[in-house]
C-alpha cells in the first residue's frame, strides 16, 4: 500500500497546477443556488461534474439516481457526499479579485468563491479517482459520489432523494464521507407595518417602526458575549464527560492562530479549551443581516415598511432540528409579544410578523445515517479561517494539494476496515 500511495502521492506533487487549474474550471461556474437567475448555472455544474465522471467511466444520473447494482461486491462502498452550489458573490461586496475567477496568491491562497465550500471537495474527490484511472491503478473500494446543488438553499429534495435510494443506488453503503460543517437552522424574521416606506420628517414619532421592532428581537436572541437567549437551546447538547474534555488539552490551534484568522484579538474566550469547546461542541446563533432596510453610502431618511432580519443556529449533536425550530420560534413570539408594537396596526390589519425558518439538518444523524445505518467521517481540506460564505473566500494550496493525499490514504484506510 505505501508504494501505491507514494505513487498517488508524487503524481500530486508533479501534477499541481492541473488540479489547480481543474479548480479553477469549477470555480469559474457561478452556481449560486439560492440566485433564481443562476439555476442555469447550477445544472452546468452539474453537466460539468457528470462530464468529468463519465470520462472516467461512471455511471451517473442528475436527475433522478440510478437503479444499478454496484460491482465487485468484496469491498466495502463508500459514499463520498459534497455540494456544487456556492454562495452569492459580486466584487463589489469588497472582494479583492473576480469572485469567480479562481487566483492563485503569493502565498498560496486559492481564492475564489466555492474555493472551500465546498468546490475544492468535489473536485478533490473527481482527481483523486481521475489519478486512479490515468495511473491504472484498481479502485480498493466502491465509490458511490452523491453531489448535490442545492445545498446553500436547504438541500431541497435531498432528503427524498437519500430515502428513496437508500434501496437501490445507495444500497450496501459501508460508510459515508461529508465534507461539511457543522449543522444548521437559518432562520429569518419578517416585521412589516405602513403600507409603503415613509419619510421620518413626516411620520417619525407617529408610527410603530418595523425596524425597531426587528432589531429589538435580533438584539435579545443573543448576548454579546455569545450567551443565547432562547430557553431549552443548551439542554439538548451532549453532555461533557471528562474523556472528552480532556481531548481539548494540549492541541496545537493557539489563540495566537485564532486572532489572526479574524484579524485581531475580539475572541469571546480567554481560555483556549473552552474557546475550542465553544468552536466546535456548543450551539451558537449569529445575526447575519436586514432585508429592506437602507445600507448604501449617504443618508435616506426613511422609514422601511417592512423589514426581514436573518440569523441562524449552528447545532451540535443531540440537538434536533424540529426541536431548535420550535422554541425558537415560539421565543420570537412571546418576545414580540411583549413590545406591544403592533396594537395599533392590527386594528387596520396593517401591521404583521412571520418567522420563517430553514432547516439543514444534521446529515449525519437524521440523513445518510439513519437512512443508509452507515457511519459517518467528517473530513474537510479547509480551515476556519477560510472565509466560506464572506469575501475573498480562499482554500490553501497546500491544504488542497495534501488533501487530495489525504483521499487516496483514506479510501486505503477503509478498505482495511
Given amino acids: 500500500m505505501e508504494d501505491k500511495l507514494s505513487t498517488f502521492f508524487n503524481y500530486v506533487n508533479e ?32 453537466d460539468w461534474v457528470k462530464d468529468r465522471l463519465v470520462k472516467l467511466g461512471a455511471d451517473v444520473k442528475i436527475v433522478e439516481p440510478g437503479t444499478q447494482e454496484l460491482q465487485a461486491q468484496t469491498k466495502k462502498n463508500i459514499l463520498i457526499y459534497c455540494h456544487y452550489d456556492v454562495q452569492p458573490a459580486l466584487l463589489s ?22 474555493a472551500s465550500d465546498d468546490k475544492g471537495h468535489v473536485v478533490g474527490w473527481l482527481l483523486t479517482l481521475e489519478a486512479f484511472v490515468k495511473n491504472q491503478v484498481e479502485l480498493p473500494v466502491n465509490l458511490i459520489f452523491c453531489f448535490e446543488g442545492m445545498e446553500e438553499c436547504g438541500s431541497v429534495g435531498l432528503e427524498k432523494v437519500v430515502g428513496d435510494e437508500a434501496s437501490n443506488w445507495f444500497k450496501g453503503v459501508d460508510y459515508t464521507t461529508i465534507s461539511m460543517l457543522d449543522g444548521m437552522n437559518y432562520f429569518s424574521i419578517n416585521v412589516s407595518g405602513p403600507v409603503a416606506d415613509l419619510h421620518s420628517g413626516v411620520f417619525g414619532g407617529v408610527v410603530r417602526e418595523p425596524m425597531v421592532v426587528l432589531t429589538k428581537l435580533l438584539a435579545g436572541l443573543v448576548e454579546v458575549d455569545g450567551k443565547i437567549n432562547i430557553a431549552g437551546t443548551h439542554d439538548q447538547v451532549m453532555k461533557l464527560t471528562e474523556e472528552e474534555e480532556k481531548t481539548y488539552h494540549g492541541l496545537s490551534l493557539t489563540r495566537e492562530a485564532l486572532e489572526n484568522d479574524v484579524g485581531g484579538d475580539c475572541l469571546m474566550e480567554k481560555d483556549m479549551v473552552q474557546l475550542l469547546m465553544h468552536k466546535g461542541r456548543y450551539p451558537s446563533l449569529s445575526v447575519h443581516g436586514i432585508e429592506g432596510a437602507f445600507y448604501d453610502p449617504g443618508s435616506k431618511t426613511v422609514i422601511p415598511a417592512s423589514v426581514k432580519g436573518k440569523f441562524s443556529i449552528r447545532t451540535v449533536p443531540n440537538m434536533e432540528p424540529e426541536t431548535v425550530k420550535n422554541i425558537t420560534v415560539e421565543y420570537i413570539e412571546k418576545e414580540f409579544e411583549k413590545l406591544n408594537s403592533k396594537c395599533k396596526l392590527e386594528a387596520d390589519k396593517r401591521c404583521s410578523d412571520q ?63
Avoid at 19 to 38: C, F, M, N, Q, Y
Avoid at 380 to 393: F, K, L
Wanted: glycine letters at 8%.
Fill in 15 to 46: 501534477n499541481s497546477q492541473y488540479l489547480i487549474g481543474t479548480l479553477r474550471e469549477a470555480v469559474a461556474i457561478p452556481s449560486v443556488s439560492s440566485d433564481a437567475k443562476k439555476r442555469s448555472e447550477v445544472f452546468r455544474m452539474a
Fill in 93 to 114: 461586496d469588497g472582494w479583492g479579485t473576480d469572485p469567480f475567477d479562481l487566483v492563485e496568491k503569493k502565498d498560496g491562497r486559492l481564492v475564489g468563491r466555492g
Fill in 355 to 417: 418567522i420563517y425558518e430553514k432547516s439543514v439538518w444534521n446529515r449525519t444523524r437524521v440523513l445518510f445515517q439513519e437512512q443508509l445505518k452507515a457511519d459517518i467521517l467528517f473530513l474537510s481540506m479547509g480551515t476556519c479561517g477560510d472565509g466560506a460564505h464572506s469575501t475573498n473566500e480562499k482554500l490553501d494550496k497546500f491544504n488542497y494539494l495534501e488533501g487530495i493525499k489525504q483521499f487516496f490514504a483514506l479510501l486505503y484506510e477503509f478498505s482495511l476496515l
